[in-house]
């Protein structure tokens, strides 16, 4: 998953980003083989003609402070619980009564199991325990875990089953095995509560979804930081999320042993009109080398791409970029009031031309200031974070093993989408 931080302008003023990603397997270990059919769909935002299918089930997602999040519903009575929509990890978690040492301050009181009359603990001898591989039986027979990500945030509690609702008040899944967390520690906000795995492992939102709603697909549309807090996107389940409509592209998942990310393949990236390939010493890349990830913010390269990225946009940004000020760190940042006017960016993937506008690569960390919003790692592979994603309505469709996008026309059209 992505940075978790207390003010996500924090992150953007130092551009000291850190993966939050639980088991991550870097993209070059994957096997060169393409086993499957996964998918990633765009429909540009000249296309007025796209076809909106009626969604079966569906929750609202909002942009805050770096992350979006989502809503569902636990327990009977039900208890809205906002967490952070994660591609790149499994496990669905909320902090919980009681909490014993650490817990992170929400504004919204925590969960109480003992309020609910279908909450009930896994045991530590049943194979629910074991579908997640950090769980171990406590002294009291419960199925504990432990669940890490890669910045420190952590989360120890006991897996339990209860039933989870969507959005929509009839798409209720009963015996929804989650985290009911006891000691929770990391730079979270108050606005959140836990985190939503999506990713596809047993444990994951999606997989327990299974054919509940018509199958094992979902979509998710990600408003760019800055809209009006009063419009919320959606992320959508089962029969009828799928996006469909001429002009669609598609890019394949490369699926990597043991892992459940979403990978996909980069093959460069245009700014303007100039072309700069994933690898600059070798014409070759290797598939897998990014996946997408919803709860990383930022757009990971690797050292030697993201050298030659930062180069080329200030080569053709007329402005100067800002030399003096030591909270933005080494970011390529500008002063300006409004966003810049370009470049547009043009993300290479396989078989699929994302455009990025300033929108998408552009953040402002404070008043009268932009900065670019990549990053660099001593990977040889990266992330498509959510700053880059947001303005798609991006489709998965793991029945067929596919992932589709749709360019959204405007924030009017994504509101009331």
Known sequence: MGSLTTSHLCFLVTFLFTIHVLHYISPLEANNNNNGGFSAKLIWKNLPSTRRPSLVASSPVSAYLGQYLMEVFIGTPPVKIQGIADTGSDLTWTQCIPCTDDCFKQQNPLFDPTKSSTYSNISCTSPLCHKLDTGVCS???QCNYSYGYGGGELTLGVLAQETLTLGDKDATLNGFIF???????????DHEMGIIGLGRGQVSLISQIGDSFGGKRFSICLVPFGTDPSISSKISFGSGSEVLGDGVVSTPLVTIQDNTIYTVTLKGISVGNTFLPFNSSSGTVTRGNMFMDTGTPPTILPQDLYDRLVAEVRKQVSMEPIQDD???????CYKTDTNLGGPRLTVHLEGADLWLDPIQTFIPPKDGVFCLGFTNTSSPGGII??????NFLIGYDLEKQLSSCVCLISFAKLSSA
Do not use: D, I, V
């Open 139 to 141: 002294f009291n027979n």
């Open 326 to 332: 030591p909270t933005l760190g080494n970011g390529l």
């Open 179 to 189: 985290g009911c967390g006891h000691n929770n520690t990391g730079t979270f906000n």
């Open 385 to 390: 974070g959510n700053f880059a994603q947001s």
